[in-house]
């Protein structure tokens, strides 16, 4: 009556299987994002896991230093705003004499703060970073003989010179990345 079913592959089956279990886990992801500090919580929790396996094992300071350098990347992007209004200020010297397209008055156009990296996506990559990092901890490939204290010294060096852009504009414009939902972004 029918004609013959279509034949499957295995790679078909291994496909739907995996569509499943992502479907799962984005599911999870769902239910969990109105839980802000439930959730930071937990990455803290896995980080400070990951911290204490470094120092009782003594190495993998190659791995620390990685996950270090990406949470900062993440960090970065966190706080800057998506549209940079030093950046837009520089394109429009020409036009308007240099002013910042911030508004300054009450009559002006309001702009609010949107973040390059949302909160979310912060702490989901941040979180990933730390359980992949953490399970790294436990095959020897990874265990690279470094001297950790040059490390840990390139490190705040790329911190500080990363952070004084941040630090400058937050200062200029009078901005706290932290208020959350409260954009105190250059009211005067």
């Known amino acids: 009556m029918d004609g013959p079913e279509p034949e499957t592959t295995p790679f078909d089956a291994i496909s739907q ?7 799962i886990y984005q599911k999870y992801l769902d239910a969990c994002t109105p839980y802000v500090p439930h959730r930071w919580g937990a990455t803290i929790l896995l980080f400070t896991a990951f911290f204490v396996r470094i120092l009782v ?35 429009d010297e020409g036009l308007e004499g240099g002013q910042s397209s911030l508004p300054t ?8 703060f ?19 990092s953490l399970f790294c901890t436990f095959f020897e490939i990874f265990n690279l003989p470094v001297f950790w204290p040059v490390l840990v010294m390139y490190w705040l060096i790329l911190f500080s010179l990363t952070m004084r852009r941040q630090i400058q504009h937050m200062i200029k414009y009078r901005y706290v990345p932290f208020s959350f939902g409260k954009a105190k972004y250059g009211a005067k």
């Open 17 to 23: 299987q995996s569509n499943r279990a992502l479907r």
């Open 57 to 91: 094992v003594q190495g993998w300071y190659i791995v620390a230093y990685c996950l270090g350098i990406y949470i900062l990347n993440l960090f970065l992007a966190f706080l800057q705003p998506k549209f940079d209004p030093s950046l837009d200020s520089t394109e």
């Open 105 to 112: 008055k009450a009559d002006e156009e309001f702009r609010p």
């Open 114 to 132: 949107i973040r390059r990296l949302p909160e979310f996506k912060f702490w989901h990559s941040a979180t990933r970073a730390v359980i992949i």
